[in-house]
C-alpha cells in the first residue's frame, strides 16, 4: 500500500489568486498522478508528474493554468493559478506501486 | 476517445436486496480497479482485476472482468445500510503513461 498525505485539507480562495497542493507519499515512486473531482462528479486526470520529467498533461488541461512540479520521488505540487468559481473542487494526488493506484486524502478548494 | 460508462448512475435498494453495476468500457485493457467513495472523503481500492476471467469477493461483494466484452460487473449480495456510497471503476489505458480512467460512478442509496 501507500499512505499519502497532502496539504492543505481544504481551502476557500478569492477568485484571480493561485493555489499550491503539496503531496507526500510515504516511499518512493515513479509515477505520481492529479486528478480533479468536480462536485458530483467523477474524477478527471488533470496531469502525469514524473520525476526529472515535464508533467504530461491530459486534453484540456495546460501547464500555465495548472503548474506541476515532482522535485523528487516522494513529493509532487500542484498549482492552480488564476482562479475562478469554476475551479472549485476536490483535488488528488494518487500514486501507482504493485499493479494498484492509491489514492490522498484530497484538497477541497473553494473559490469565490 | 476513450469511455468508461458505468450504469445504473444511481441505484436505490433495499437491505437484503441483490443487485449488480456494470462497468463498460471502449479502449483495450487487461486491469480494472474498482473503488468506494463515501461522502467528503478520498478512493477507497476495493478490487484490483488484472485478467480476463478474473473474479474477486470481499464481503457481500463480488467484482468479475470480461476483456473481451469489456466488461466488469460489481454484484452486490443481501445488501446492508454501510454498503451506502458512490462505486467507481477505472480501466488501466496503458498508453505508455499509465492512464487511468475512472467511470461515471454509481450512487449507492441502501434502505433500511
Known amino acids: 500500500s501507500a499512505v499519502i498525505s497532502q496539504k492543505p485539507s481544504r481551502d476557500i480562495c478569492q477568485r484571480g489568486t493561485s493555489l499550491t497542493i503539496q503531496c507526500q507519499v510515504d516511499s518512493q515512486v515513479t509515477m505520481m498522478f492529479w486528478y480533479r473531482q468536480q462536485p458530483g462528479q467523477s474524477l478527471t486526470l488533470i496531469a502525469t508528474?514524473?520525476?526529472?520529467?515535464?508533467?504530461?498533461?491530459e486534453s484540456g488541461f495546460v501547464i500555465d493554468k495548472f503548474p506541476i512540479s515532482r522535485p523528487n520521488l516522494t513529493f509532487s505540487t500542484l498549482t492552480v493559478s488564476n482562479m475562478s468559481p469554476e475551479d472549485s473542487s476536490i483535488y488528488l494526488c494518487s500514486v501507482s506501486r504493485s499493479n494498484e493506484q492509491f489514492f490522498g486524502p484530497g484538497t477541497r478548494l473553494t473559490v469565490l | 476517445e476513450l469511455k468508461v460508462e458505468q450504469n445504473p448512475l444511481f441505484l436505490s435498494m433495499q437491505e437484503g436486496k441483490n443487485y449488480t453495476i456494470y462497468c463498460n468500457y471502449s479502449?483495450?485493457?487487461?486491469?480494472l480497479y474498482w473503488y468506494r467513495q463515501d461522502p467528503g472523503k478520498s478512493l477507497e481500492s476495493l478490487f484490483v482485476l488484472l485478467s480476463n476471467g478474473a473474479v474477486k469477493q470481499e464481503g457481500r461483494l463480488m467484482a468479475s472482468l470480461d476483456t473481451k466484452a469489456r466488461l466488469s460487473t460489481l454484484h452486490i449480495t443481501a445488501a446492508v445500510h454501510d454498503l451506502s456510497a458512490t462505486y467507481f471503476c477505472?480501466?488501466?489505458?496503458?498508453?505508455?503513461?499509465?492512464?487511468?480512467?475512472f467511470g461515471t460512478g454509481t450512487r449507492l442509496k441502501v434502505l433500511a
Open positions: 508528474a514524473n520525476q526529472g520529467s515535464e508533467a504530461t498533461y
Open positions: 477505472a480501466v488501466d489505458h496503458r498508453s505508455g503513461t499509465y492512464k487511468y480512467i
Open positions: 479502449t483495450t485493457s487487461d486491469r
